[in-house]
């Protein structure tokens, strides 16, 4: 049970980077809150390219997307450049 909702939890998080190339928001569902990621504002970043997330320029899937990939690159770029939030309760909304 915990396999099928590990996976539908990881398809939805793909579902929504795809969906966000015209999006301005996307929610990405989380067990501690869902996290609110407005990809427009980071695509309209100078510093940010779209391979600093995605495998490619033209963006698409996030191969390790999850919990570990997030924390290490969204949590990672906003420590060290964007200074972006960082605490739990900045990202995962109840």
Known sequence: MRRAI???V???FCAGFAYAADETVVVLPA??????F???QHKDMPEMKCTNCHET??????ADLGKDWAHKTCKGCHTEKA???TKCNECHKK
């Open 6 to 8: 590990a996976a539908a």
């Open 10 to 12: 990881l398809t939805l």
């Open 31 to 36: 067990k501690n809150g869902n996290v609110t």
């Open 38 to 40: 407005p990809h427009k």
């Open 57 to 62: 320029d033209k963006g698409g899937k996030i």
């Open 83 to 85: 200074k972006g939030p």
